[in-house]
């Protein structure tokens, strides 16, 4: 029995082994070929079509297709997952209005007087630290005093006429004004001719006023 016994065995090592091998070849990985896309004849990926190089979808797209890298490049370019910033406010004449508008303080002030008994009056100007004393007729600086009471002193130049009150702050005939800008909160005075910003006043009136820049006119009325 030892003889058969052995032959047994040694058909039955020679069928474990050949089912071992068909075993082997049915449980190995099949190798799918691939090819680029810059291979001959490769089949492209189907896209979405009017998809934006920052939406999701696209980049979902791009990492299921077997593209070069360079395909990848809008998402190196622009994080869409970042919240874009908004833009700074710009600052237009529309953020302004019209806290005040005022005649400009001269530098001088009719200050005082004397009555001589012949009824002349001799008026005291105080103008920046210096003081004049003149009488109708008179000159100081580059006006000519034309009348004078114990109420006003009027002078003149070559720009015209001037009434000062008595002991009040004299004002000329340019005008100033007080804008409030709302959207930095703050006033700012400015004359005619002078910039706010980058826009340039053109001209102030006593309930409004313009301003030019950006190539057009702007307007601000009082109360506005």
Excluded: C
């Excluded at 105080?126 to 007729?137: I, R």
């Excluded at 001209?203 to 950006?214: A, E, M, W």
């Amino acid at each position: 029995m030892k003889g058969p016994a052995r032959i047994i065995a040694a058909v039955a090592f020679i069928l474990w082994l050949f089912v071992m091998w068909k075993s082997s070849s049915v449980f190995e990985p099949k190798q799918i070929p691939f090819q680029s896309e810059e291979g001959k004849g490769a089949a492209q990926p189907k896209e979405e079509p009017n998809v934006a190089p920052d939406s999701l979808l696209y980049a979902e797209n791009l990492l299921k297709s077997p593209y070069t890298i360079s395909r990848y490049q809008p998402l190196f370019d622009k994080n869409m997952f970042i919240k874009p910033e908004t833009p700074p406010p710009v600052f237009t004449p529309e953020k302004l209005s019209i806290t005040s508008v005022s005649y400009v303080p001269l530098p001088f002030m009719y200050n005082g007087f004397i009555a001589r008994s012949d009824g002349t009056i001799i008026g005291q100007i105080n103008w920046s630290g210096k003081t004049y004393f003149v009488k109708k007729g008179d000159k100081f600086k580059d006006f000519k005093v034309i009348e004078i009471n114990s109420k006003i002193l009027k002078i003149e130049n070559k720009d015209g006429q001037i009434t000062l009150e008595y002991k009040k702050v004299a004002k000329g005939r340019e005008l100033v004004v007080t804008l409030h800008d709302s959207m930095n909160n703050r006033d700012i005075e400015v004359k005619k001719d002078e910039m706010v910003g980058e826009y340039k006043v053109l001209d102030i009136k006593t309930d409004s006023v313009v301003l030019y820049g950006q190539n057009k006119e702007w307007v601000i009325t009082k109360g506005r």
